[in-house]
Each structure stands twice: as C-alpha cells, then as structure tokens.
C-alpha cells in the first residue's frame, strides 16, 4: 500500500495538532516523519510515529518549550533546548549554524536537554540544502562496549556529513555500530545470521547471531577500537561544548531524554570557484563509481544516491506504508 | 637502545639545518619527528626520518615556502601551503585555527597544496594544549574501495579529534582502513595472521592474509560501507573548503603531495562551567574504565591513554631507537 506525500503529511499534522502542538511545530514534525518515509526511512517515519505520540505520554518531551540561548561566542553558541521535540530543537539548531556560518564562514551550535532527532541526515540535507557542508552528531543511550569491555559504556552517538550538490547531495549518517538494533531484529525475524559480526554474545565472543546481540545488547563498533574511540570522543566533545549530560547520565535515566548534540555548518557560498565546484564533486563521484564490482554488487553508491532515487521513486509512485500501522495512525 | 629526547632532537635539528632548512622550521619538523618517537609512534618518528631526508631529493617538498591565506570569511579561512613541509603547514594551520577560534568561539583553517603530516595526533595534542577541542583530518593517496567495488578510490583519510584534558588529553587518531600497511607489513614479517579481516586478496575475497593485502593494495575500511562513506566525505569537504586537490587527483601523480586538510578548533576557555568540566571528564573516563573485561584484556584505554603513559616512560627512559636507523641519522 502506498499512500501520498500530502496524504501522510496532512495525517501526522492533525494528529500533533490534536496533541497539542502549536501550528508551526506540528508542520515541522509532520514534516520530518513524512520525509524519513519518502526518503526510505521507513524505521524514522511512519514507524515511529506512534511511539512518538505514545512517548509524549511519559512527560519526557516538553512540547511547548523553545531551544534558549545560553551563551554566544561569535560563530559558537551554547542553547538549552528544554526538553522540547528533538526534531523541532534539530531543525533549529542546524538552522542558528547554518545563520552563524553566513556570517562569519563557519558556525556551530552545542545543544543540551535535546530529545531524540529520529533519523540524523535530516539535518545533513538541511544544511546543504542553505548550501554548507554540514556536521552534525548526537549521543545517545549506552550501547556498546570499549574495546577489551563487555559491558554497554558507550553511546550509539550518530554522527552525519554532508556536501551540497545539484542533483543530489553527499549525505552520510552513520552510526557507531555496525548494524542497528531495528536491523538485527529484521535479520533476526527471516531467521538469518548478519553478513559479518554484528556484536557479541552474553559470553563476550563475537558473533553475526542477531538474536545473540540482541539478548546481550553489545552491539559492536565500526572498526572495533575505531568506533569506540570515536563514541567516546563524541560523547565528551558533546558534553564539553553544550554542558549537558553526557552518555553514562543518560544511562541512569528510564529512557533517552536530555540528550546532548552539536551542529556544525561550513558555509560554501561565499567561497571562490563556487560555481565550477559542482562539476569538480562530479568529477569524483563519477571516478567513484567507475569501479570494478566485486561479486554481488551491480554498482557502488555515494553516502545518499540512494536516497535521492528513493525520493524520487516515492514521490512518483507514493509512499510505501505498512497498512496496520497507517490504520493506526488514522486511528489515533 | 635508548636516547633521550634532547639527543634525537639535536640530531634531527642538525640534519635538518644542513639539507637547508631555516632555523626556525629545523625546530617545528625536528620536535614533531622527536615527539612521534617519544609517544611510542616509532613509525612516524625516527622510523620516518631518513626516508623524509632522502624525499627533499625529489622536489616535492619545497622547504623554504610559507603558507599564504588565500581567502577569509570571519572564522573560517583558506591557505595554500605552497609545497612546504607537512609537518609545519600543518602545525601552522592548526595555530591559525586556535586563533581563530580564541577570537571567534570556533575556527577552521582549509589547507591546500601541503603534504604529509606524519602523524594526526600531533595536532590534535596541540589543540588540546592551547585549551581547543580540536578535529583535523587529511586526504592521502587511493588505497581503499568503495563498498562493492575493488579498485582503490577512497584515500586512507585519517581523522583527528581531542579533547583536553588535565593530566592528559582525550586524542583519537584513526585512518579509515581497519590496520595501517605498516601494521600489515609487521604481521606478514611475523608470519602472523591479522586478528580479524583487513583487506581484499586480488580475487576481491575478504582475507586476514596480510600478505594477500599487500599484494592487492585493498584494505578494508572500518565499518565496510560506512568506512567507505567516510573516507569519501572527507575528500569531498577536504575539497570544497579548501579549493585543493582531491584524491581521485592525487592518485594520478607519482607521490603523495600537494594534499588537502582541514583543520578546527573549539574554544573551551571561555565557556562557563570550564573549570568543573575536568571533573565531568574525568568522571565519564572513569566510569569508562569501570568495566568488566573480555577474556585477554587488562584493562580498557580510552584513546590518548596509550600515548601518555608511553610518552612518561620514553621521557624517564629515554626514547627506544632502531640501531641501525640511528646509525643511519648520525651519519646523515
């Protein structure tokens, strides 16, 4: 079942309004879980728009609360973003970096008591879309081990990359683990093993089992001590520019709220050679793709081309819903 | 065989100083070697040296160029490394975002036209010493597939973040493949197996044969296609900001130089909360360190850990020197 963009978009919009979302905040929203289902998402789309609405139940999330500001160095502030909907602070966020960066080249905004921004790249195709290059990171609850340790310490923080292209921009978000917990559960739902090791058992012996990892939840990092490394420096650089939690205060917690991020913008506009830039990015996306395949692969693909075809394809031909979860929603 | 610091240093000074460098860049390049010993990176220390010597020969490196700022936008600046040393332009343009940001609360500096840094943790150690968050990264020469792929189109690109910190600071130094060639080399000298796998054997197959990676020149980026995402934003922002090369172009020169970095620094000391902020790190490392173990660890370090305890005993000790590459300076 498909349904269309303006159709999805018009659900959620209603059903935030009837919870009590002011009219501006509800636009965003709405518009944010119907992109992450354009765009293939569906896990950060229409998927998790029922949780989200249940989750406003718990008191977590301060719908009429504004991001403040806390402090302003030139290109770098500090907001609070009390407790408010973690893509409406996002948004925002990204929004006062990219601002910062027309100013003075380079901006960065640290934020703290944020909420979960649902799916990173949003706000990597903000800023290029404002023409920066966009970075952008967010902690998250305790998940994966140190290297040498079995015990959870370390944020799945996300962390996201972009570039501004005509056609399509360069958008990578990545995790630190090497599969998502939804993704293991798929695997683990059609009864099949990860195509490499995935994390470990409750015996701290690695393994490509997903229902192992999801019973030990000890998801393993990109790069084994790399990735953890890489949490780790996330998390304290997030704590130490925004002054809020860090990732083992969020694990105290009953569940992920007040969470620290941080949005840099690299502003491209004003740069010579702007205009011949475009062809130059081509020139090594199209050398990226001129690759001999391995066995399997018909193609290789940039960090978001296959979003863009996604894009296209679900704006052509509607967008692929689950049906008892859009009945639910319809519902709500 | 041991020396101690202040020998290497005046070793390298004196061998600097008579293949034409000024006294003042003789000093920077002279340290940096000295200090990449000295924290226990042999291989970008006096490992390196003779090799950087013999390399002048080529007329790749022009030592008496300075950095020249192209363009300046507030916080954010474009140099053009004219060819000189890696080491210096690199170390100047770290200085020149810590200014940026003591001014601007952040700052960015985008290098063009400089070669080889040695080692990436080197900046960020000095970031971290003037009070900064520091991130850097660089491009380097294709050594990496794209995900799917099996010709090298990605650089090896390392990235640099640090967090400082009293009594040793938080610095990670990753490039994007799983083990360095050097590491590989170490292995196939030991007639050692990697760990885990590292690379592609010239069928594309995924091995742990370090010398079937060598011989293919395929290493496997951390992460599999998120490595590969990484190395190829990293190019892309490398590239825009500074208006440089990019590594599809560096591949097609005969050696690694005239790459692009880009260097930034977060101002911390101006930042309320900055005092208490070292507690708050140091809690978040210790209760990183608080962790039960995998069968075969000690213990668990947070990256940077290493390298302080490394740099405390080679500064008691003195430095650990191959004899014959010793040999081989003296005679220099």
Known sequence: MRVTYEQMFQEFNRVLLKNGFSMEKAQVCARIFTENSRDGVYSH????FPSFIQSLQKGTIDISSQPVKVEAFGAMERWDAKYGPGMINATFAMNRAVELAKENGIGCVALKNSNHWMRGATYGWQAADSGCVGLCWTTALPAIPPWGGKEAKLGNNPIVFSIPREGGHVVLDIAISQFSYGKMRTYQLNNEMLPMNGGYDTEGNLTNDPGKILESRLALPIGYWKGAG???VIDLISMVLSGGRCVSE???QETEHGISQVFTAFDLSRLPGHSEMSERINQVLDDFHDTELLDGFDRVRYPGEGT???RKENMEKGIPVVESI???????
Chains 1, 2 share one sequence.
């Open 308 to 310: 863009s075809h996604m």
């Open 45 to 48: 789309g229409l998927n998790s």
């Open 326 to 332: 859009w009945n639910q929603v319809l519902a709500l």
């Open 250 to 252: 969020l694990g105290k």
């Open 230 to 232: 890489l949490a780790l």
